[in-house]
């Protein structure tokens, strides 16, 4: 069964800093793109950031860009969000996804993980 | 970047009823469409890709179309579990840009 658990998440001063991480199982992790999703408590889903199946294209949010840091370890089937300079609007449950289809360049996300909470306050 | 506009921002129908979501692009994105369903207290689950083909395990009520920069996501019978807030992503290119959300409900 394909399956991805997020950790990592907990409270973090402003200006702090957190790395998430995202183990995957059941499917061969070094063949799709992956990515991270966030939901602000009550709100919807905000696109983070992207990283292609080799690990050798990254793509962030405008909101993030500068202050986070996707990057995968393929051997050990990892993904992970460096998260620097956090901000109170940085609170959200962050979610990896799986891409749908092997090697693709475009790609919806087919396999969610359950969510790590990420809190933001002083 | 382009934006995605969904709409309506909630809706509430009766059983056995059709329901019509729709997004638009601001800018042409090919069919690089995905349609997700995120029931309350879940995780987002993937419903269509590519504008109008279902993910496989998806009950076939569920189904998508697109008119050029315009994509519907369509539930025909309406079911209790169908419950959720629907969400449309565009993946052409980064940013992948979510739509505001749908929550439906039932009448």
């Known amino acids: 069964e394909e399956q991805l658990l997020a950790s990592g998440g907990g409270l973090v001063q402003p200006g702090g800093s957190l790395r998430l991480s995202c183990a995957a199982s059941?499917?061969?992790?070094?063949?799709?793109?992956m990515t991270w999703v966030r939901q602000a408590p009550g709100r919807g889903l905000e696109w983070v950031s992207l990283?292609?199946?080799?690990?050798?294209?990254?793509y962030y949010a405008d909101s993030v860009k500068g202050r986070f840091t996707i990057s995968r370890d393929n051997p050990k089937n990892t993904l992970f969000l460096q998260m620097n300079s956090l901000r109170v609007e940085d609170t959200a449950v962050y979610y990896c996804?799986?891409?749908?289809?092997?090697?693709?360049?475009?790609?919806?996300?087919?396999?969610w993980g359950q969510g790590t909470v990420v809190t933001v306050s002083s | 970047d382009i934006q995605m506009t969904q709409s309506p921002s909630s809706l509430s129908a009766s059983i056995g009823d059709r329901v019509t979501i729709t997004c638009r692009a601001s800018?042409?994105?090919?069919?690089?469409l995905a349609w997700y369903q995120q029931k309350p207290g879940k995780v987002p689950k993937l419903l269509i890709y590519?504008?109008?083909t279902l993910q496989s395990g998806v009950p076939s009520r569920f189904s998508g179309s697109e008119s050029g920069t315009d994509f519907t996501l369509t539930i025909n019978s309406l079911q209790p579990e169908d419950v959720a807030t629907y969400y449309c992503?565009?993946?052409?290119?980064?940013?992948?840009?979510f739509g505001g959300g749908t929550k439906v409900e039932i009448k």
């Open positions: 996804a799986k891409g749908s289809r092997v090697s693709a360049r475009r790609d919806a996300f087919d396999i």
């Open positions: 059941g499917f061969a992790f070094s063949t799709y793109g």
């Open positions: 990283i292609s199946y080799g690990g050798g294209s990254t």
């Open positions: 800018q042409g994105i090919s069919n690089y």
């Open positions: 590519a504008a109008s």
């Open positions: 992503q565009k993946y052409d290119s980064a940013p992948l840009t």
